[in-house]
């Protein structure tokens, strides 16, 4: 085989066993390198997990805190005008009403 014009060698079994052994090292080192990523990967999943997790709960407790907040004006302003409720709710009553006819 001539390669720029020059003779290349053939490959004797030594190199062949060499690159055995050099592909088997890669092989080792390859899989190392994929646990290592799995593992950071897994890692770093857990933690955003935990932290949507957290999020989660803190918007729940801060919906909830809005929530009885708004129940307690409503029931507040509804005990200050109480005529004013009662018209509102008969007004919403007649509009469904109207609504559902069609």
Avoid: W
Avoid at 7 to 14: D, E, S, Y
Avoid at 19 to 45: I, P, W, Y
Avoid at 77 to 97: D, V
Wanted: proline share 2%; no cysteine; glycine share 8%.
């Amino acid at each position: 085989m001539q390669q720029d014009g020059k003779f290349q060698k053939i490959l004797a079994p030594t190199d062949f066993e060499g690159l055995t052994a050099q592909f088997a090292a890669l092989r080792e080192e390859l899989s190392t390198l994929a646990q290592s990523v799995t593992a950071t990967a897994e890692r770093r999943g857990r933690r955003m997990a935990a932290d949507i997790s957290e999020g989660m709960d803190e918007a729940a407790q801060f919906i909830e805190r809005k929530g009885q907040t708004a129940e307690a004006d409503i029931a507040k302003t509804f005990t200050a005008h109480p005529y004013l409720a009662l018209g509102l709710a008969a007004g919403a009553g007649l509009l469904i009403g109207a609504l559902t006819r069609r």
